[in-house]
């Protein structure tokens, strides 16, 4: 069974220490450390045996056991953790893209499941919950205390079935309940769709299928727009990813990039370092692009994101991305478990680590909130007019028919523009920002 490499969010902080002293003493120190750790697994030993045969009931070896295991991977940091053979199972059809629950990507901080991002199309995004929310009960049961693992299990059940969550919400005064119906979460990696000259790609997670049907998308949409001199430049939207398969988040920063650093990971052993390098060949031929980050963009997706801002591909639009900056190992066990592990920090081309500190957007840009409906009465009472409503004016005799029409045309584009900011802000900015680019015309 292959391992599964993935970037993730936490890590612990880890130091070299260079020391000369004489080989000697060493030696001891190697045997004292030795010895105490074989009286400490004599301890776990004892402790075991007295469980089983003292506590107040019958309790199940295995689940003994497979607590011990969880507990000393958890206490290492969020991300490191156990998973049983169910679990485990579960995890593959994750990253295969298709899986059963509310949509959500999670964490945990301060006792409490932190919601890392919703999951674009699924129940969970539907009902409203976002980045940031704190979910502290299922169904009236507190999740504190509980592992991530259990707090998760806890949200599953059949599909088509309800659950009620409670929320925390930064700005919200009190915990509120969510009504949520379980289904089965078929994921859409890659959405894309042209918006005027731009082609725009919402990219929702990164599992195996991300960089072929990003690349199928990109194909399709240029095609459409009849070639890529149609096209002023792309969005890659990564707002609410919360990251998934390294390989994939490699392959999608290639896709935009002719050479240089990708991404390199620095692990415990120096010499288990890894620097990856882009590939000749831009799938969108270096048009100007904008990428769109947020808080809960994490992990993969701030790999892309750094790695296109650090050579300067694109302009990076948006807020602070999540910070998760440490990539986790699942390795298999014996008997179909596994265990995922904290192996390694990555870092972006120029050097540096986001772990904790997230992707700083170029230009920040917040998505306002909703505005409440205006009432009718507000409005005003009759529509602004122009030079061109007034009785007798004159006509533009400078502007022949099809100059005419292509100015309607480009007004009538402006205005799909100006549509587009009231139901999404940031991604609407960034089309203006591509604009502006083409304005300015190839690069010398």
């Known amino acids: 069974m292959k391992k599964f490499v993935m970037a993730a969010v936490g890590g612990t902080l880890a130091g070299v220490v260079a020391t000369t002293q004489i080989a000697g003493p060493l030696l001891a120190q190697e045997q004292v450390k030795s010895t105490s750790v074989y009286e400490q697994l004599d301890l776990f030993g004892d402790i075991f045996e007295r469980i089983r045969a003292q506590y107040v009931e019958e309790v199940d070896s295995s689940e003994l056991i497979e607590a011990a295991i969880n507990g000393m991977l958890t206490s290492l940091d969020p991300h490191s953790s156990y998973l049983s053979p169910k679990d485990a199972s579960k995890m593959r059809e994750q990253t295969r893209g298709e899986f059963g629950g509310l949509g959500i990507e999670v964490t945990q901080e301060d006792g409490f499941v932190k919601v890392v991002s919703p ?23 507190t999740l504190l205390g509980l592992t991530l693992d259990d707090a998760v299990e806890m949200m599953r059940g059949p599909v088509g079935s309800e659950i009620v969550i409670t929320v925390v919400r930064e700005g919200e005064p009190e915990p509120f309940d969510v009504t949520i119906t379980r289904d089965t979460i078929e994921l859409t990696v890659v959405r894309a769709r042209t918006e005027g000259d731009t082609v725009v790609l919402r990219v929702s997670t990164f599992n195996e299928q991300t960089y072929p049907k990003l690349k199928e998308a990109i194909e399709a949409q240029v095609t459409a727009a009849g070639g890529m001199d149609k096209v002023n430049g792309f969005v890659l939207d990564l707002r609410n990813n919360p990251g998934g398969l390294l390989n994939q988040a490699i392959a999608v920063s290639d896709a935009f990039l002719e050479e240089g650093e990708i991404v390199s990971t ?12 882009a590939t000749p060949g831009d799938l969108t031929t270096g048009k100007p692009m904008v990428v769109l980050i947020n808080g809960g963009s994490a992990s993969a997706s701030e790999i892309v994101a750094g790695a296109l801002q650090d050579h300067r591909r694109a302009v990076v639009i948006g807020t602070k991305s999540f910070g998760k900056g440490s990539v986790q190992t699942v390795m298999p066990l014996r008997g179909n478990g596994a265990m995922r592990l904290t192996t390694a920090r990555y870092y972006t081309p120029s050097g540096r680590s986001i772990q ?15 505005k409440p409906v205006e009432d009718e009465n507000d409005t005003l009472a009759r529509p602004l007019r122009s030079e061109a409503d ?19 045309d480009d007004r009538a584009k402006a205005e799909t523009a100006a549509k587009l900011r009231e139901e999404d802000y940031q991604l609407a900015y960034a089309i203006d920002i591509l604009k502006g680019l083409s304005a300015l015309g190839p690069k010398n």
């Open 390 to 408: 007034l009785r007798g004016s004159l006509n533009n005799d400078s502007l022949t028919e099809d100059q005419i029409k292509q100015i309607e």
């Open 356 to 370: 904790a500190l997230g992707v700083s957007p170029d230009i920040i840009v917040s998505q306002p909130p909703v």
């Open 266 to 277: 620095r692990g415990r052993d120096p010499a288990d370092g890894d620097r990856v390098n």
């Open 119 to 141: 999951i674009d199309g699924t129940p969970a995004a539907e009902a409203g919950i976002e980045a940031g929310d704190f979910i502290t009960h299922v169904d009236g049961e």
